[in-house]
């Protein structure tokens, strides 16, 4: 617990001193901060989930999930930017190639993307249509990914690709940007323009038969969005918290009619609304993440976790923005770019939609109900 502690108060002095003063400008470059990435990686936090012996810090689920929210609370744009690469360390470690994990070290100093997405298979992961020819050697890839983050600035990729039919028949692949993957121009973005993403095109790419690092390739989608959902729960938290403070101030100072924004019911209720929210999606973050640390169970909490969350995100600051009246729509404030960097937390690593499907799929499975 002291360890868990020390981290987060370090996550918290770095957002607070470092990426904060610089978070409106980062958002109006949008690229990716090569800079604070240097200095995070300095501090262990885009190799979390790497183990020391490999480079990395040797934490787990809950220390990310800690680290996450104090990074979103200055800006989740860079806290992605900073964060992802645990994403892509979750893949190679859970693939259990040797092949994955003599990559693990280069992700302290390099950015390496996860590339699923595609034009036509978004939230329907088994729709993927990229595919993996056997050829003498290796394998060639032929398709195309989309919304890949960081695929700018990537040195590698983690590919998922089908080498036959149905879900049974995705696979994942490891693969260098210098083995011919292309990669488009960033996509132009709502918000969250820290982090980067681009469309990645794969036009025959050789790949050698090391690369191959999962034939299951959907069950190990489907393990490392287990492991990866708590901590975009946690980007939301820290965003939620953010508005709430952000609130809560302007509340206090801007008067109406007299008296302080803070003492008129209908400001007041909207406060205790995303207070009472954000202890409750603090709490559902933590359980999942708990669950992953210890190696447990956890599609169901995991996926309740980063519902609740981005939901109560987009939700919160909507309502923060209502506070603040018309300076809430003027980028001079704040709240303009929390809006906009809240939407895509109810879109990225599967929609709340999506999140509800496996929701219920996990009730049905799991039975947790009792029979009248």
Known sequence: MDLEKSVRELARRFARERILPQARHLDQEARFPWPL????????????????ELGGAGLGPRSLVLVAEELAY?????????LLNNLVAD???LSGSAHARSFLPRLREEVASYALTEPHAGSDVAA????????????????????????PEASFFVVFAKVAEGREGIAAFLVERGMGVE??????????????????????????????????????AMRVFNRSRPMVAALAVGLLR?????????????EAFGRPLLEHQGVGFKLAEMHMDLEAARLLTLRAAELAERGEENALEAATAKAFAADAAVRGVSEALQVFGGNGYSEEYPLAKLYRDAKVLQIYEGTSEIQRLIILRELVRRRIWESP
């Open 128 to 151: 993927i249509r990229t595919r993996a020819e056997r050829v003498p050697g290796g394998y060639r890839l032929h398709g195309r990914k989309t919304w890949i983050s960081h695929a």
């Open 37 to 52: 990435f240097r200095e995070a990686a300095g501090l262990g936090f885009p190799v979390l989930v790497v183990p020391e």
């Open 74 to 82: 200055a800006c989740t744009g860079v806290a992605a930017a900073l």
């Open 242 to 254: 953010r508005a709430l403070d952000e609130a809560l101030a302007y509340a206090a100072m801007r």
């Open 91 to 93: 893949a190679l470690l």
């Open 183 to 220: 990669v488009g121009p960033p996509l132009p973005k709502l918000g969250q323009k820290a982090s980067p993403a681009a469309e990645v095109y794969l036009d025959g790419v050789l790949v050698p038969e090391e690369g191959l690092i999962a034939r299951e390739g959907f069950a190990l």
